[in-house]
């Protein structure tokens, strides 16, 4: 059963046409995390919320952001995605100090 | 720095051993993970080892740390086809919030 869930699985956007990227969890852990990932490189944190308060990576760029309505969901906005945001972005969870888990991720391609 | 190095490839036969090593940073990590990623999917956790271990063995995996050297291995015995992934270590970083910082990757490729 999958316990991050994100989608779409591939979203295609117009270049500075904002997009909403979607991750769910069923594992009631109190962290959420959005990494970034091209061309098979180690994944990039861009943010994370612990509970509810937003953390966000010095240098992640102020286009994105990100939004937590509840414990279950999370969302990563873009808001004017340029060439170089098509990626692969991957949510995690985890409960603090403890393994993350990740879903299978959504391939951004920007056109 | 925050580089943590692994070798880009690694190529083996069918029902070999396979050994994939890295070499981390934060000589506090308290927590060392190897995760797996198979094209187009997000990644899945492995295996970890608390700094306090030597070695954790968990079926055909064997993952082995030697402090020291900071330096972490995770051998595959008697590797499949569908071993074939890019293999991420990672390292928690204990600055503040416990921050994951993943490895450069090695693309295991398993031929028949």
């Known amino acids: 059963d999958a316990m991050v869930i994100q989608n779409p699985r591939y979203q295609v956007t117009q270049f500075g046409k904002p997009v909403t990227l979607s991750c769910s969890q069923t594992l009631n852990h109190n962290v959420m995390y959005w990494y970034q990932q091209k061309s098979s490189q180690a994944p990039k944190l861009l943010f994370h919320?612990?509970?509810?308060?937003?953390?966000n990576e010095a240098d992640t760029p102020d286009n994105f952001q990100s939004r937590r309505p509840n414990t279950s969901f999370c969302f990563l906005d873009i808001r004017s995605p340029g060439l170089g945001d098509a990626a692969m972005y991957l949510c995690?969870?985890?409960?603090?100090?403890?393994?993350?888990?990740f879903g299978d991720g959504t391939r951004l391609s920007i056109l | 720095g925050e580089d943590v190095e692994q070798s880009l490839f690694l190529s083996v036969r069918e029902g070999d051993s396979s050994v994939i090593n890295c070499t981390y940073t934060?000589?506090?990590?308290?927590?060392l993970y190897w995760y797996k990623q198979e094209p187009g999917a997000g990644l899945q956790l492995l295996t970890y080892?608390?700094?306090?271990?030597d070695m954790k063995q968990d079926q055909r995996l064997t993952v082995l740390l030697n402090k020291k050297d900071k330096h972490l291995s995770l051998r595959i015995a008697d590797t499949q086809t569908g071993d074939s992934a890019i293999y991420f270590c990672?390292?928690?970083?204990?600055?503040?919030?416990?921050?994951?910082?993943f490895g450069t990757g090695t693309r295991l490729l398993v031929s028949p």
């Open positions: 995690a969870t985890s409960r603090v100090s403890q393994p993350q888990h």
């Open positions: 934060d000589s506090s990590s308290t927590y």
């Open positions: 919320y612990y509970d509810k308060d937003f953390n």
């Open positions: 080892i608390f700094s306090n271990m």
């Open positions: 990672a390292e928690i970083m204990n600055t503040g919030f416990q921050k994951l910082v």
